[in-house]
């Protein structure tokens, strides 16, 4: 049998079940969201509202609490709060009957054995026979939970774990139960994968699953590790920190984000779950997290756990951090630490730095690093084959579902197996057998081959290849296997396979600069010769966050107007050659694609962007306008499609105060259906949810486009003329008086209307796009030479930030 | 000169901008409904005693295009030998029709107008659907500026408090709705058939009638504590807000003007007069302290003085510029008094532009009456910076 989830139902709309649903709305399925009806009575409040016991209102009001919650909520749950419409939302007992054609339930109630089952018992009532149901607890056995389900349900039952937030974050444990089908279980790490866009990692049917068994250690272990040291809480996170790849919250900064009682329940919940665990005893949660949780010091939920934010008398906001032996709150110092500080400094990569805080002997982070690490490996290696049979699922969890830069194997790799012995017998730790084992084979757990990557299996006692996913393109890979064609310092073109090429970017931050420029103009050439087209992508946490506005500056501060004039003239024309190159180009911008990112972006003939796209114009924040055919291309986008014979009479004035509006206010997207509704991306266009797949995309995107491609024709652009000039002054005017603008706010957006505005011509007059380009870059020249935008550029150069002045 | 005597007065309840029920609507329709009401409530004048429509309206455009008073009038069945005609001077349109249509009377040219305004807030946009400001001017003259950026600077410029203009907020919510529950208006305002497009059983759009009687806008209760919660969408920081300003609404309110003789004939009885109508100019960027320089303007070519006044309807653009101008004329405890706007004003039943002099002429004459008082002014500021004022005496 074939499965297909179109249409999915949510029961239980709390945080997680309502960002879940907000997830799959992103992901383009409509859903069903249930929870019960209140079992209490409508408050005073309530009835003054109107809200009875029988009224639909307070019958669905926790599913449309939840709703309004992810509509709220921060970050983002949705990619567009339009998306919302997709979630239909109703209550458990007069709705039953929507469950009928849906392909896919997924429970997200209270964790309690038997408030699930009932509620199962309820629900294989309604479902039709080819459903699938999922359960997303977090730590109660799937065996437990579907112990009353007919065998035929069964074989469709599984659980389907989601973590915190939903949409950014990349893990999804799949749980199979003893009779799930193997085809549900394929099927489902398919559609979470490619429609839904995470990381599947199939796990066993034991307590806590693998992410918050291997994740509860790390924390409980760093905890003990700081009673064992006597470190106080700052201390600890200052070591257990980024050099090691925590998230920025480090230790305890992430627990106050999730929740004091939510760690300590699990905790708790483990001691009991897994007596038999070596390290039982580690769960246990300290005294003074009995006090925390009994004084209701919960974290950042009750503004205050380990830390706490507050106003000294004279209202400045101070941090405090607690004193776990006096439980009282003491001033945050930052601790200084010699060794984390030169680990820091170390050349090289993270895992140059992580080595030499490792091995540094110079103060006691160095032996907190060591102890707390060589804990968490052995515990890891422990678990296998207990809760999952290879080192990279376990990998993937915590980086997929922890935030942790790389796993306790792929970490165990990077100080060195067979040096960390040493270590760890030192510290009088029990190094596992199977640890011993492998280093008669080799001396890591991957391995890197000609024709392959290899892990190693500790049941086979081998290395064994890992499986090729072709829908993974990784760059780096395919220019290991010498399959660069051309580069330059500041990008290269890939061939990836089918005739596609692909160009990357490599500059800090991707910043665009006249290496980047020239290599888009050379791969334009090469691919109209050589190739069947082209792919902009490339695997930086952002595309790429705008021109290289060093460079701008110097030029300026030079005097070097040619020079200047130059490179934006050929910004454009590598743009432009782009937009109508004989070979399809498909950009594939993700994370920000800023500035020139953006415009590089929108001159692809077609767009794959990630769903995770943060794209604007943002130039007036550096006192400039966008003149890379950023004006151009996005007065194209919103004015194109308007059948013949309109533009000349239509009132364009509500499309250009929009295209003024999101330049001269550096709108930026949230996201890339954000982005289309903005006008930075065509509402035509597919989103990639899974970013590991995009590259995949686009370059499919550019085969098909192959087959019947041809060479845009130039587009004409009609505009308003004059009369935008008029329009510009009244709306600036308003919002200067408002304190919305600065002076100097006015006289940037001013030039971006005279840019906008096309020329001194009627209304509805039809220019070419270089005339467009023209005005961009006489306005840019000229913004660039006034001292108040060199400000903002040094301002941005040396704080990050743009300057208001 | 012949004496131009009101025999009728009527005005349609006012309907929240959007969310109201008139918000769908037409703007046109809402005046002929009321155009209809006003004549059979005068049953002795026929169709085509009728000489002229003049209709007041700010943003003739789209629906309220194409020459409203001439649609209205046809629209409601007056004959096609009725003329018809569109005035604008923005906010006073309705009280510029009024006066257009008693000087036309006075000078003999007509026996008998339908004077009034018409305006659909919902759907035509302030500044209208095509706005064009001169692109050679750059920010001068300041015409094209922004109601509430005007509103925020008689508050920052007069030093006009936020606290004053909430309190102002809550006095007008107050008397609106205490008018409502007395049932002040009944007798002023005409129902309308209001449309509304809604979704039948099947999803399907279909359109539907329902009787709307009274304004919708009123805000009770309200407090100070409330309204102190807003922001200014105006300015950052500013004090302008919702709760203090004018609301959009959608309306038109009609009078009829004809001669004396003219309403002897018809054995009508006159209820009142305008017999003096002034409008002054004011800097635009500053154009809500109108009436400040408008009533006296007025008064002067009446040879009268303030205390001569029994009532007030002073337009409440916004608070900050109505409080403005009481204080300025030395009037500032007659609103207290309850003899300006006694019945609350814009802030609780809004300000449809066009409609509003029409609509303020019809409250006055209905509460002079109720008071058996003599003298009252409509007074308002109007956008582009000038005042308008006019003396009704009552018969």
Redesign the interface.
Known sequence: MSYEIKKAAIIGAGVMGATIAAHLANAGIESVMLDIVPPFEPSEADLKKGLTKESKAWRNSFAINGLNGALKSKPASFYSKKNASMIAIGNLEDDLNLLKDVDFILEVVIENLKIKQELFAKLEKVIKPECIVATNTSGLPIREISEKMSAKNKERFLGVHFFNPPRYMKLVEVIPGETTKKEIVDYMTYFLENVVGKGVVICKDVPNFIANRIGVYDISNAVKTMLDKDLTIPELDAIIAKVLGRPGSAICGTIDLVGIDTGYHVMKNLVAAVPDDEMVKTFIPPEFMDKMVENKWLGNKTKGGFYKKTKDDKGKKVKLALDYHTMEYVPFEKPKYESVKEAGKTEGSFDDKLKALFYSEKDIAGEVAREYLCKNFIYSANRIPEICDTVYQIDNTMKWGYNHQKGPFETWDVVGVKESLEVMKKLKLKIPKKIIEMLKKGDSFYLKKEDGNYYYDFDKKDYVKMGDNPKIILLPELAAKNKVIKKNDGASLVDIGDGVACLEFRTKMNAIDGDIISMIEESCDIVEKDFTGLVVANHGTNFSVGANIFQVLMAVQNGEWDLLDKLIHDLQYANMKMKYLEKPVVTAPAGMALGGGCEVSMHGQRCQPCGETYMGLVEVGVGVIPAGGGCKELMVRCTEGLPDGTAEVL?M?PIYEKVLMNIGQAKVATSAMEAMELGYIRKTENISLNRDHQISDAKRLVLSMAMTHKKRKPDMIPVMG??????A??VL??MK????MSDYDEHVTMKLAWVLSGGMCPEGTFVTEDAILDREREAFLSLAGEQKTQDRIMHMLTRGKPLRN | MRDAVIVQSVRSPGGRYKRGALAQTRGDEIGIQVLKGLMKRVPQVKPEDVDDLICGCSFPEGEQGMNLGRVIALGAGLPITTSGMTVNRFCSSGLQAIADATAKVMAGWSDCIVAGGCETMSHIPMGG???????????LP?T???M??TA??VAADYNISREDQDKMGVESNRRAHEAIQKGLWKDQIVPIEAWKYVKDKNGQWIKIKKTFDMDDGVRWPATLENMAKLK?P?????SVTAANASQMTDGAAFTMIMSAEKAKELKLKPIAKLTHYAVAGNKPEEMGVGPRYAIPKVLKLAGLKLDDIDLFEINEAFASQAIYCCRELGIEDRYWKGEINPNGGAIAIGHPLGCTGAKLTCQLLDELKRRKLKRGIVSMCIGGGMGAAGIYEML
């Open positions: 009132n004035q004059e009369n935008l000039m008029g329009i002054h009244a005017f308003n008086h408002g304190n919305y | 659907w095509i706005f064009r400001p001169h692109p050679e001017w750059g920010d300041n094209y500026v922004s509430g950026v925020e600077n200014s105006f300015k950052q920081g500013g």
